[in-house]
T-cell receptor, first 110, second 113 residues
Framework: QKEVEQNSGPLSVPEGAIASLNCTYSDRGSQSFFWYRQYSGKSPELIMSIYSNGDKEDGRFTAQLNKASQYVSLLIRDSQPSDSATYLCAVNIEFNKFYFGSGTKLNVKP | GAGVSQSPSNKVTEKGKDVELRCDPISGHTALYWYRQSLGQGLEFLIYFQGNSAPDKSGLPSDRFSAERTGGSVSTLTIQRTQQEDSAVYLC???????????FGPGTRLLVL
């Protein structure tokens, strides 16, 4: 079992719809959780960070964390074609290690 | 302010040669991370520095890989006797402290022929 798991996709949604991206992790002791967006050929850039159970909203983005279920998700409301990218979930599993999922590719169709 | 910078941006080398990849983190960031990303794959965590110290080097793929950080700033990732499977994008990131938001550099694209 990988430390961080994501569905590789592609996830296709129409413009204006809600895109839901999911991530599960293996270590119950994990404290910090991040969602990064990576356009093709570019470096990852931070979308959201979340540290506590519940929801955290920032504009069109909402991160949801459920530590009991070891689950973190990212919702993108009013999806735009410019949101088309690969979304990476990242978790610090151990004090000295930081793990990324393999990413979910999102396609937003005009 | 300036972001994370990496050099070279591209490196083509022959199998068996040594290469050095450089990372210049954001000024004042104490934590520095190295990752490797193969084509179409996720990020593979290699090593983390807090200041000049790397608490755990077990993420390095083999003993051909080494990394150091001097003066709490610039870091160098060295790959000795490169192999074709080392071909990847090597990404460096820095954060103000461990566990905080990581800011990534543009990466070094390494191709081993």
């Amino acid at each position: 079992q990988k430390e961080v798991e994501q569905n590789s996709g592609p996830l296709s949604v129409p413009e204006g719809a809600i895109a839901s991206l999911n991530c599960t992790y293996s270590d119950r002791g994990s404290q910090s959780f991040f969602w990064y967006r990576q356009y093709s050929g570019k470096s990852p850039e931070l979308i959201m960070s979340i540290y506590s159970n519940g929801d955290k909203e920032d504009g069109r983005f909402t991160a949801q964390l459920n530590k009991a279920s070891q689950y973190v998700s990212l919702l993108i409301r009013d999806s735009q074609p410019s949101d088309s990218a690969t979304y990476l979930c990242a978790v610090n599993i151990e004090f000295n290690k930081f793990y990324f999922g393999s990413g979910t590719k999102l396609n937003v169709k005009p | 302010g300036a972001g994370v910078s990496q050099s070279p941006s591209n490196k083509v080398t022959e199998k068996g040669k040594d290469v050095e990849l450089r990372c210049d983190p954001i000024s004042g960031h104490t934590a520095l991370y190295w990752y490797r990303q193969s084509l179409g794959q996720g990020l593979e965590f290699l090593i983390y520095f807090q200041g000049n110290s790397a608490p755990d080097k077990s993420g390095l793929p083999s003993d051909r890989f080494s990394a150091e950080r001097t003066g709490g700033s610039v870091s160098t990732l060295t790959i000795q006797r490169t192999q074709q499977e080392d071909s990847a994008v090597y990404l460096c990131a820095s954060s103000s402290n461990w566990g905080e938001t990581q800011y990534f550099g543009p990466g070094t694209r390494l191709l081993v022929l």
